[in-house]
């Protein structure tokens, strides 16, 4: 069984500051990750996905991934209230034209308070 | 609009009933997948299909039944043998890009709440 681990949280942080989620994989030939963020109630969407070494940034989101670690992380700069949701981070070891599943670990809460 | 629509968004299960969550994809995609997930908790695999005809288990089969006659359809039925089904039932599809790779994207429903009467 693949596992995906996440910081168990919850996490709380004040506005305007850096939210760091963590997530761990333990199948070493997984290939693309990815984070989701979830509201209360609602289904995932997807805010980052990253297939390379290194880092990817997309306005105040940032996605690092180091897979020799076997570690991926999202960054929230300048953290505002309405960044308050469950972000899911979920790995996939299929490639090519595989349209494979997806492991999704439990979720981390992260609340931002004003 | 293009889109992944679940339906019904609430269901009510009497005892020893077969329940049917209903999705449908007009995105062309070519891969479907049914999770389950219960409070507090991440996604559960069901069921997915990466072709027409043809579907593979996930982690918490039991209990469920899938078919895919149709590339946008993949209903999900909720057996008598499921006794605790109570939780909410996502959706997601997924494709390939134009150059035939799979980056293995998966977009979501709104979701089917099921509740047990």
């Known amino acids: 069984q693949k596992e995906v681990e996440q910081n168990s949280g919850p996490l709380s942080v004040p506005e305007g500051a850096i939210a760091s989620l963590n997530c761990t994989y333990s199948?070493?030939?997984?290939?693309?990750f990815f984070w989701y963020r979830q509201y209360s109630g609602k289904s995932p969407e997807l805010i980052m996905s990253i297939y390379s070494n290194g880092d990817k940034e997309d306005g105040r989101f940032t996605a690092q991934l180091n897979k020799a670690s076997q570690y991926v992380s999202l960054l929230i700069r300048d953290s505002q209230p309405s960044d308050s949701a469950t972000y899911l981070c979920?790995?996939?070891?299929?490639?090519?034209?595989?349209?494979?599943?997806?492991?999704f670990g439990r979720g981390t809460q992260l609340t931002v308070w004003p | 609009d293009g889109g992944i629509t679940q339906s019904p968004k609430y269901l009510f299960r009497k005892e020893g009933q077969n329940v049917t969550l209903s999705c449908e994809q007009n995105?062309?995609?070519?891969?479907m997948y049914w999770y389950r997930q219960d409070p507090g908790q991440g996604l559960r695999l069901i069921y997915y299909s990466q072709i027409v005809n043809d579907f593979q288990k996930g982690d918490i089969a039991e209990g469920y039944s899938v078919s895919r006659e149709k590339k946008e359809s993949f209903p999900l039925t909720v057996t008598s043998a499921q006794k605790n089904p109570t939780a909410f039932y996502l959706c997601?599809?997924?494709?390939?890009?134009?150059?035939?790779?799979?980056?293995?994207?998966?977009?979501f429903g709104a979701g089917t709440r099921l509740s047990v009467l």
């Open positions: 997601a599809s997924s494709t390939r890009t134009s150059g035939g790779l799979a980056k293995n994207i998966q977009y």
């Open positions: 199948d070493r030939v997984s290939q693309s």
């Open positions: 995105l062309n995609h070519d891969a």
């Open positions: 979920a790995v996939t070891a299929d490639r090519g034209s595989t349209l494979g599943r997806l492991y």
